[in-house]
């Protein structure tokens, strides 16, 4: 069976049937996959204008679909919007949009606390502030929520 070459256009319908992506993402896969500039720039216009590519759009829906899947940090939540391409003004303006995370992070410590029981008391803190720093909080509010944790 032999597999033909999909235009750049099908190309991209092909990529946002599976999930949605960005601008960058799609620029990306598209140079991948040796489109020419003009191919690149004529198809994400008509995605654009047709609104299949929004990165607004995919910078709330990916936050929100994050935080479902477990609580995560703001810096987290930046990192993994760069990686994707976003512009850092869209990133800053969505985080921004973000009520506390303090209820996420309270909850991971409790879970953390629960499955680690075993931890030497001395070593909970250490442990607990490079788990919650792995996700992405801010080291105050984790500083913070350890303290209460702790003193229980």
């Known amino acids: 069976m032999v597999r033909k070459k999909l235009k750049p256009l099908e190309y991209a319908f092909y990529l946002l049937k599976s999930r949605d992506h960005s601008i960058g993402e799609m620029k990306e896969k598209l140079k991948r996959r040796k489109c020419t500039p003009q191919e690149i720039n004529e198809t994400i216009s008509f995605l654009l204008e047709k609104d299949f590519l929004n990165d607004q759009r995919f910078a709330e829906n990916f936050i929100r679909y994050k935080k479902?899947?477990?609580p995560v940090g703001r810096f987290y939540l930046r990192n993994k919007l760069l990686?994707?391409?976003i512009p850092v003004e869209i990133i800053e303006?969505?985080?921004s949009k973000i009520p506390d995370e303090s209820s996420g992070i309270e909850e991971l410590a409790e879970r953390w606390l629960a499955k680690n029981k075993k931890v030497p008391k001395d070593k909970v803190y250490e442990k607990l502030s490079r788990h919650l720093i792995s996700r992405g909080f801010e080291w105050e509010k984790v500083r913070e929520v350890i303290g209460?944790?702790?003193q229980k």
């Open 68 to 70: 479902i899947i477990k």
């Open 93 to 95: 303006k969505t985080l």
């Open 148 to 150: 209460k944790k702790i």
């Open 83 to 85: 990686e994707k391409k």
